[in-house]
């Protein structure tokens, strides 16, 4: 238990479906992260917020939606997807962005 | 090219062996992650050092900055270390090598 939940674990989709992943840590931290993890690639990094601000994009196609309402969530909504958007999809935090994270069990994903 | 090079991509050991797992990058870096990957897909961050050398249990992490390379030592290894091992750096972004798959077995 790192502190960092995630829900739901398990989602299936439909490519015309509208869904959201929910990320929550009581750990105090200041930074949260979304990570893609597909089979057999390393970790992407697709979004940082840092005291609620977007500090990190890394070209992440408009269908991913994040947002930060507060310090302690973290959202990922998804429209529109497509079959290669299936991975596992990683929260994770710190106290502040670079330093050690804590990671979400993550949201198993997919898309038919 | 990744900018994190991990090696070796895949190993196996038996158990009680000496495990090395080694990771380069070409990048500047403020810190160095090692992180461990469960089957279930769990990631749990094991070190983050800038320099030197740390311990934890059976786990030692060494850096060094001016060869850019790192590397995690697992000592009496045990089939419960079998788990994918992650390179991470950081730096102005977040690099990550793509693991070294991990079997020990009894």
């Known amino acids: 238990e790192t502190g960092v939940t995630q829900t739901p674990r398990h989602l299936v989709m439909g490519m015309t479906n509208k869904k959201s992943l929910k990320c929550e840590q009581h750990l105090g931290h200041n930074a949260m992260y979304w990570y893609k993890q597909s089979a057999k690639k390393p970790l992407e990094l697709m979004f940082v917020?840092?005291?609620?601000?977007?500090?990190e994009n890394n070209s992440v196609p408009s269908r991913f939606s994040p947002e930060c309402p507060n310090s302690s969530h973290l959202f990922l909504h998804l429209h529109t997807l497509q079959p290669e958007d299936s991975a596992l999809y990683l929260c994770?935090?710190?106290?502040?962005?670079?330093?050690?994270?804590?990671f979400g069990p993550g949201t198993r994903l997919l898309v038919l | 090219k990744n900018e994190v090079e991990q090696s070796p991509q895949n190993l196996t050991a038996q158990e009680g062996e000496f495990i090395t797992i080694n990771c380069s990058y070409s990048v500047g870096i403020s810190a160095l992650h090692w992180l461990q990957q469960h089957p279930g897909g769990g990631i749990v961050s094991l070190f983050m050092l800038s320099s030197g050398k740390k311990k934890h249990g059976r786990l030692i992490a060494t850096i060094n900055i001016q060869e850019k390379h790192s590397s995690l030592h697992i000592t009496a290894s045990h089939p419960r270390d079998s788990a994918v091992y992650i390179c991470?750096?950081?730096?102005?972004?977040?690099?990550f090598g793509k693991g070294t798959s991990l079997l020990v077995t009894p």
């Open positions: 917020y840092s005291l609620e601000e977007r500090v």
């Open positions: 994770a935090s710190s106290q502040v962005w670079g330093e050690t994270q804590y």
């Open positions: 991470a750096v950081s730096g102005d972004a977040l690099n």
